[in-house]
């Protein structure tokens, strides 16, 4: 079956270092590969997504690489804000289901906090 | 609306109580799902709808859940002789195309 690994949080950075949360997936066909963001007291957001090997989704400075030869993707942001500080979800979604479903399968969440 | 609506967003209830969740769907949005997320995990997909039809309701973790959406828009998802255990956040979503799926605050659900 499918299933998403993302790095063990909580993750605390300075503002403005460096962000990688590192995401593997196992799939069964082509999935499509997905970033979702939930800040305190708020609902989950789609972030980014890639559709196909080697694609790169981006929005708000963040950005993920579709590795199909590594199954990664991993989120990266070149500098943090405290505004950033939220859990973060990688998920997959491969269409193979079955009945036309495209339900996401979702890894636990990395908590980011970013401190002033 | 502009938005996925879930009602309530806090519902308390005792042990072996039955209860209703209210998705109300982004207007146009012919697929709905609901996930169920636990404290500290990710969402787990519980079913979806295609239309007014559960095309997949293979995520249900046993017979006491139920979810129906009579008329392809709002969805309500059932729970009879509730347990302490589905004590959780569920969560709704609609999407228009394959991928892009929109997801409701949730309904935060305390069995006590």
Same mark, same amino acid.
């Given at each position: 079956g499918n299933s998403v690994t993302q790095m063990e949080g909580p993750v605390t950075l300075s503002e403005e270092a460096f962000l990688t949360i590192n995401c593997t997936y196992t799939a069964t066909g082509y999935p499509s590969l997905f970033w979702y963001v939930q800040y305190p007291g708020e609902g989950l957001q789609l972030l980014l997504k890639a559709t196909k090997a080697d694609d790169k989704g981006s929005n708000k400075g963040f950005e993920a690489t579709y590795r199909k030869e590594t199954t990664s993707f991993h989120l990266e942001k070149g500098s943090v804000q405290v505004s950033d500080s939220a859990v973060y979800f990688c998920a997959l979604s491969?269409?193979? %289901? &079955?009945?036309?479903s495209y339900q996401l399968t979702f890894g636990k969440g990395t908590k980011l906090s970013v401190i002033p | 609306g502009a938005g996925v609506s879930q009602t309530p967003s806090n519902k308390v209830t005792e042990k072996g109580k039955y209860v209703e969740l209210r998705c109300d769907p982004i207007s146009g949005h012919t697929a709905l799902y609901w996930y169920r997320q636990s404290l500290g995990q990710g969402p787990e997909f519980l079913i979806y709808f295609q239309g007014t039809g559960a095309?997949?309701? %293979?995520?249900?973790?046993?017979?006491r859940f139920f979810a129906v959406r009579p008329e392809g828009s709002v969805s309500t998802l059932k729970i009879q002789r509730?347990?302490? &255990?589905?004590s959780a956040v569920y969560l709704c979503a609609s999407s228009l195309n394959a991928d892009t799926q929109y997801f409701g605050p949730g309904t935060r659900l305390t069995v006590l």
């Open positions: 491969d269409g193979d %289901s &079955g009945a036309g | 095309a997949d309701d %293979s995520g249900l973790p046993n017979d509730t347990e302490r &255990g589905d």
